[in-house]
């Protein structure tokens, strides 16, 4: 069986026993079904196969949809520092980021074709668009910078050795590289407006308090705050996506310094990031709520969940001690710390997507309405969970059958231990 | 040509490619998006030629006035009719569902014939001929039999001229059983006999009035003529105050200017201890009780026996501070709220809790009543007076041959009329205790129901059902598959009410007589037919002076004949106002014995009847259950969002009903958050309510506006008639499930305003 | 300031009138095509356009008061009036929109393709999304009224100040030659107001010194819901109870009922 999968095994690495493969993609595959018989379920009888409600219009999937594009902010970011800032270290790792983002835009955008109550009528958003909304400019941004992941996904692709025989499609891979630099160029730019974009859904809602932030012309300073957390927090995504990678193939994949860059960079990011947006609260909590009437105790009393300390845990928890640990050699060099840190910022920025879409919606505004919580169906889990198995599929065969990562093959000469 | 990969490759790529710039992609992408714009499945309604029917709403005693409109031959909306003496162009909930009853699902579309027991829902589909010759096959065999009085007729009302059609047919078949539901507007109207020898019904003017003390009556929550309350509500101004008295408070109560929260079942007391500070304080209408009123002072009645005159009994027995003992009341409270009850220009007292349909006691009833009489509200601009239909319709004698004058000189098989309660016309609610008492055969062998449904409206329902298993024959005339319905042999489906003609009579406690005419909005939907032709048919078939007392042909050549003078009118404007004084003898003139008010009725003595008291005891009458088992009180309330009488709520009524009432299945019990916390009890819990009639699963509302250790629920839920009906079908409780009767000694008429029951935790 | 002349509908709702009836919800289902469905019970999925909420004082037994408040869409003007309601200006379709002629909000049901920024953005609910197909039991289907389309599964839907009857209206004075006029205040009413019983909700040009809305907005028990997250609403309500008034808005504990209210009125 060897005999016929090795060609497509990239020459000089080693790979699993195919059974093996076979086995770890089916399991994921079998979870990716039970997502896909969901989404089918949504698709047919319509949202009321979801936990949503009227006050619960927005919930669990534009969360997973703001989570997994901070996320993939990964790919924008590290791009921006390896074509842009001349970061070229990064360039161990920035196909891996450009993978990662690439799931995370295609499967951002698989949830919105879920969520919307007529996908069929999904087009109308750039066929009736509407300038002024915020949804308007994530949906241009988001597929013109998917488009522009693709396009950086494919040079990669071709890189298959199977593919690379073909003399058409190994020009036309070099000829990508060659431009790879103006695509990164539109993708950070498009991502700065997407990114910004999202943080702006929430941030212009002037009917909710818990949400509604000033700021500058159009953009509210959830705009600047959204790209700016997604360019600290993709990052350790990719480095958290890449160390597990590691673990589960038993190899060094990308050099100690290549990540401890990354980090290093991330974690001035966060450090700047959560400073911001600890003055954008204070302003939020001293100035623009109580002109609206809100103490800020408001939102975070009488209720089940959200206390005062979902903000003390996206602040401080996961803001300021991952960012502290970022920054300094010794927090990083400490692999322990360092991972601890990566996944703090990862869940920071995911509480912050949280709140901003579902505590927003769960904040009563009249004094004679109640708190408004919710929990998902196990239709909207068991989609929201799409990402992820879909996410290990497209990693493991991207790992398997592409030379995603450059330096493997220098740390795992071939015959040595490696599965 | 060869196809080899490479070709095949880039002839896929091409055709992809070219695919994409061709049109089709496109073109199937805003095909799918205006078929998502027309699905199949969504309903376009039909466009057409707008019309109009004006007519009367039926839906209730209210009688509003409803244009109906129209797109073609549907019956698109209901509205209310600008300018209607009654409504005013308001409209409430319920008649603006109308349309869901006429095109609802429980519609009975033919005549059914039971198939299964009774109340499993099995059915045999059957046509007019079969169905009303077994009907009046049995009748007839009845009639044979010498047995006519063995058959009973329950009606929603007896006014209008269907009623008057279905008596007049008992009268010629031979039955004196001609039976409809009681309220409070049949205790006033004994009270309004005895004090006034008038007979009637109690009518306020309302419109100009500058006092309104209401004893619970749910001035805005579908007492009298709903819409016509609620539009004076919204005229109302500061020339008008309104002091509401009952123990939780009510949407009356919230609206009112002041609410007096009161000990449930003390109304009457509170009313005589009124009265007290009012005498006490020569508060009184001197000019009334002087020159129009006997029996104030006392003195020799003409057997030479010394009575206690009505002043004297309320001073010894109603000083403040005992009344306050029984009633909660604070007695500065009463004190001051008589004063200013008296010393109003024009004021009245309104007697009767909630809509008004329990009866409720005799003596709290004439308490309400003597204060009215006390501050000289009888017969005066905005005070109460007695009206009496018009009886424009035009019977043609007949005569009637000997069993059925031996049948009609049968006692009433409900009691009402007999030695034991001579002034009461209909005793409905007595009717399951009889007939499970009886001894061998049910006393009745044949009943007839129309427009009304006893075995939901009646208290222990349990019981109601077990007395109408006793009955041979059920025949019911409903046009929706209700509790009773579903409980009887044959249904011979009426129209619904927007198919049929026929006159309204004017709505209760309107001092002016307003008469409708309802008209078909649409033509008969499905295979039913006119109640009046019916009845009408049955008599002929029935021959001989049955049919002698019909010579018409058909309903509507009757009403034509009956309505003569007004049916141009009312054809035409859909009603007729008549504004005559609302009574035939002067401000001071009664009709009693003495032509005087009698706050001691003689009417009682003059019939020999010495079980009559000088004075009515007005102690609240024990309600039913045991203070150790059940140590709460429940209590119903009626709202505007729940249809409680024959018809069950409409989806769109269902729909308005909040979530802290209804929730799910669940009906929601109000408790005080006081005795909740004792209990152990949370919002929103689920727990078995329990009273010494029955037991319900029920959900908790904590509410701060009722009185500690008191839970209310409201009346119109627990409908099980109709299966199919999953909009309003088991939700809730019936109420009426959970109650029994408590007849009054003296009317007969039922006084349970509540039960003791325990509410635990599940 | 340049368009305080232009037409821009509004309702009155007096508080003290309105009893909790509920026939403005009704007439409005019947009058909209409003669907229902078997279990209406959890409000978060029932479409009202218009919703009856019951509000309380919270005070202990006897000195508890409640007061009914009913919440159509309040067709909000948003900041500065221009039209930016918080629904209109995050529709990324441009299913809804405002109409700078009468100052309503619209909804396009074949437009709208069910995001539901619009229902996040709403602070007062009023935006209702069609969870499940319509379904009408019986023979109800014939109800229906063809002034108003019936809404399909997956759009959101809610209050128009029924504009169906504005057009019927315009096109009837277009046809008797009055296209130049402004509509009489009665020739235009949506179906809640029309059939109040306790007449406790009053409709028309708020601009218009004619209609009685005018005037009646400016009773100093006026108030109008959320006031201070600057939607710009145009319906008012009036209470005498300042409890009530208070319930409208927001308020900080040491803030007085209205003071905001009036400091934007100085302003002005």
Redesign the interface.
């Known amino acids: 069986m060897k005999a016929t999968e090795a060609p497509l095994i990239p020459p000089g690495v080693k790979r699993c026993p195919t059974w093996q493969f076979v086995v770890w993609i089916g399991l994921a595959a079998a979870v990716l079904a039970w997502g896909v018989y969901a989404m089918i379920l949504i698709w047919w009888k ?3 196969q979801t936990n ?7 919930a669990l999937w534009i969360w997973a949809d703001l989570a997994v594009i901070a996320l993939g902010g990964g790919a924008f970011f590290t791009g921006f520092l390896t074509y842009i800032m001349g970061q070229k270290k990064l360039k161990a790792i920035i196909n891996y980021a450009v993978i990662i983002g690439f799931i995370c835009y295609s499967m951002a955008q698989l949830i919105l074709a879920i ?11 750039f ?4 300038v ?5 400019e994530v ?1 241009f941004c988001l597929s013109c910078y998917f488009a522009v992941l693709v396009i950086e996904f494919i040079p990669l692709i071709l890189e298959n050795p199977k593919l690379q025989a073909k003399p058409f499609l190994h020009h036309l891979s070099h000829n990508m590289h060659e431009v790879m630099a103006v695509f990164a160029a539109t993708g950070v730019f498009l991502s700065f407006f997407h990114q910004g974009s999202l943080g702006g ?2 941030g ?6 818990f949400a509604f932030r000033e700021g500058i012309f159009i953009w509210p300073w959830t705009f600047f705050l959204f790209t700016w957390s997604a360019a600290a927090c993709g990052p350790c995504f990719t480095i958290l996506v890449t160390w597990l990678t590691e673990k589960i193939t038993r190899k060094k994949l990308v050099k100690q310094d290549v990540l401890q860059l990354l980090a290093k960079i991330s974690g001035w990011m966060l450090l700047t990031y959560i400073i911001a947006k600890t003055a954008d609260t204070l302003y939020w909590a001293m100035v623009t709520a ?6 800020m105790m ?1 939102f975070y009393s009488n209720n089940p969940l959200y206390g005062i300390w979902i903000l003390i845990a996206e602040i401080v928890v996961c803001g300021f001690l991952p960012a502290l640990i970022l920054i300094t050699k010794k927090g990083r060099e400490n692999s322990f710390f360092m991972m601890l840190a990566v996944v703090l910022a990862v869940i920071g920025v995911c509480i912050n997507r949280w709140v901003m879409v579902l505590q ?2 769960a904040v009563p ?4 309405k109640d708190w ?1 919580m919710y929990t998902p169906s196990w239709q909207e889990v068991a989609t929201t969970i799409i990402p992820v198995a879909f996410g290990i599929i497209v990693l493991s065969l991207a790992y398997r059958y592409l030379p995603v990562f450059p330096q493997e093959k220098e740390l795992n000469p071939v015959g040595g231990s490696a599965k | 040509m060869k196809i080899d990969r490479r070709s095949f490759i880039a002839l896929s790529i091409g055709a992809s490619v070219g695919i994409h710039i061709s049109p089709a992609p496109w073109k199937l992408m805003d095909d799918a998006a205006i078929w998502t714009q027309n699905w199949p499945w969504t309903p376009v309604p039909e466009r057409g030629e707008v019309s109009y029917v004006r007519s009367v709403c039926t839906l209730c005693p209210g009688a509003c006035g409803i244009m109906v409109r129209k797109v073609n031959n549907r019956a698109v909306r209901i509205e209310g009719m600008k300018n209607h003496p009654v409504s005013s162009g308001g409209i409430c909930p319920l008649g603006l569902s109308g349309l869901q009853y006429l095109y609802g699902p429980a519609r009975v579309k033919t005549p059914l014939k039971r198939e299964g027991k009774r109340g499993e829902g099995k059915w045999k589909e059957i046509g007019w001929d079969e169905a009303l010759s077994a009907v009046t096959g049995q009748l007839a065999d009845l009639r044979a039999n010498n047995n006519p009085q063995g058959v009973a007729w329950i009606a929603g009302s007896d006014r209008g001229t269907i009623p008057r059609l279905i008596d007049r047919f008992l009268s010629a078949y031979g039955s004196p059983n001609f039976i409809r539901p009681a309220g409070a507007a049949d205790t006033l109207e004994q009270a309004v006999y005895l004090t006034q020898g008038q007979l009637g019904t109690v009518a306020y003017d309302l419109e100009n009035t500058n006092f309104i003390l209401s004893f619970g009556a749910g001035l805005l929550e579908g007492w009298g003529a709903p819409v016509r309350m609620l539009h004076l509500h919204g005229k109302r101004d500061k020339s008008r105050t309104i002091v509401q008295i009952e123990p939780r408070l009510s949407d009356t109560a919230a609206k009112a200017d002041q609410w007096i929260g009161i000990n449930p079942g003390t109304e009457g007391t509170l009313a005589l201890g009124l009265a007290h500070v009012i005498i006490k304080e020569s508060l009184y209408n001197m000019e009334f009780i002087e020159n129009a009123a006997t029996g104030f002072a006392g003195g020799a009645d003409k057997d030479g026996q010394t009575r206690q005159g009505f002043r004297d009994m309320v001073i010894e027995n109603y000083a403040p501070e005992s009344v306050s003992r029984i009633t909660g009341v604070p007695a500065r409270t009463i004190e001051d709220l008589a004063r200013r009850f008296a010393r109003a220009d024009k004021k009245v007292a309104i007697f009767g809790r909630g809509q008004g349909s329990l009866p409720g006691s005799m003596s709290d009833g004439l308490a309400v009543h003597a204060l009215n009489a006390l501050v000289g509200a009888i017969h005066q601009p905005g005070g109460v007076s007695v009206v009496s239909d018009p009886d424009f319709a035009k019977w043609p004698e007949s005569s009637i041959d000997e069993t059925a004058s031996q049948g009609r000189q049968q006692p009433r098989i409900d009691g009402a009329g007999t030695d034991a309660f001579p002034y009461s016309r209909y005793l409905m609610t007595q009717l399951p205790e009889i007939i499970n008492s009886a001894s061998g055969d049910a006393p009745i062998k044949a009943l007839m129901v129309s427009e009304a449904n006893p075995l939901y409206t009646l208290p222990d329902t349990a019981a109601a059902r077990k007395a109408f298993d006793r009955i041979p024959l059920i025949v019911n005339f409903s046009t929706f598959m209700d509790e009773t319905a579903a409980y009887s042999d044959y249904i011979l489906p009426n129209h619904s009410y927007l198919e049929r003609l026929q006159d309204v009579p004017s709505p209760e406690g309107l001092p002016y007589t307003v008469i409708g005419l309802a008209k078909p909005a649409v033509k008969p939907l499905y295979d039913t037919r006119h109640i009046g032709d019916v009845v009408i048919e049955m008599a002929k078939t029935l021959g001989g002076f049955v049919a002698d007392a019909f010579p018409w042909n058909d309903y509507e050549s009757f009403l034509k004949d009956a309505l003569a003078d007004h049916w141009r009118q009312l054809n035409g404007k859909g009603f007729v106002e008549i504004r005559q004084p609302s009574s035939e003898l002067a401000p001071y003139e009664f009709a009693t014995a003495s032509a005087k008010f009698e706050f001691l009725p003689s009417t009682g003595t003059d019939t020999g009847d010495d079980k009559l008291p000088a004075w009515p005891q007005s102690a609240p009458l024990p309600i039913e259950g045991d203070a150790q088992r059940f140590p709460l009180v429940l209590i119903p309330y009626d709202s505007m969002r729940l249809a409680n009488r024959n018809i069950a709520n409409a989806p769109f009524m269902t729909k308005i009903i909040d979530d802290t009432i209804l929730k799910k299945q669940l009906v929601s019990v109000e408790v005080n958050p006081q005795t909740a916390g004792r209990l152990g009890i949370g919002e929103g819990d689920t727990a078995e309510l329990s009273t010494p009639r029955g037991k319900a699963v029920v959900r908790v509302h904590l509410q701060e506006g009722i009185q500690p250790d008191l839970l209310s629920m409201p009346r119109g839920l627990g409908r099980w008639g109709f299966p199919d009906d999953w909009y309003i079908n088991d939700k809730g409780v019936n109420f009426n499930d959970l109650i029994g009767p408590r007849p009054d000694p003296l009317s007969g008429l039922d006084t349970a305003w509540g039960i003791r029951a325990q509410l635990t935790r599940v | 300031m340049t368009q305080t002349n232009a037409t821009k509908y509004g309702m009155v709702i007096d508080l003290d009138k309105c009893t909790g009836c509920g026939a403005c919800m009704v007439a409005c289902y019947s009058e909209n095509n409003v669907p229902f469905k078997k279990d209406e019970s959890n409000k978060l999925d029932s479409i009202n356009w218009i919703r009856v909420f019951k509000i309380s004082n919270r005070k202990p037994y006897p000195d508890t008061e409640v007061c009914y408040l009913p919440m159509p869409c309040m067709h909000c003007g948003g900041i500065g009036d221009h039209g930016h309601s918080p629904c209109v200006s995050v529709c990324p379709a441009t299913a809804t929109d405002y109409d700078h002629s009468t100052g309503i909000v619209s909804q396009i049901y074949t437009r709208c393709f069910g995001c539901r920024y619009c229902m996040a953005a709403c602070p007062y609910h009023a935006r209702k999304f069609n969870w499940w197909d319509p379904v009408w039991p019986g023979d109800m289907e014939k109800y229906l009224s063809p002034n108003v389309s019936a809404r399909m599964r997956g759009v959101v839907e809610k209050c128009s100040f029924c504009f169906h009857r504005y057009q019927l209206a315009k096109d009837r004075a277009y046809h008797e030659g009055r296209h130049q006029e402004p509509l009489g205040e009665n020739e235009y009413q949506p179906a809640c107001v029309e059939s109040c019983p306790a007449g406790a909700m009053t409709f028309g040009d708020l601009n218009n010194p004619k209609h009685a809305v005018y005037t009646l907005k400016k009773n100093p028990h006026a108030f109008r819901l959320l006031e201070r997250l600057q939607t710009n609403p145009k319906v008012y309500y009036i209470s005498s109870r300042e409890w009530v008034r208070r319930a409208g808005d927001n308020y900080l504990s040491h803030e007085e009922t209205g003071s905001i209210k009036r400091a934007a009125a100085n302003h002005h």
């Open positions: 319509g949202l009321n949503m409600n009227d006050a619960y219009g927005f969520d919307i109550g007529q996908p069929l009528r999904g087009w109308f958003i066929w009736h668009a509407n002024h909304s915020m949804l308007t949906a859904v929430s212009v809602l002037f009917g909710r308090p109580p002109s609206k009437g809100f103490a408001d927003v919606m505004l009249f004094t004679f408004v």
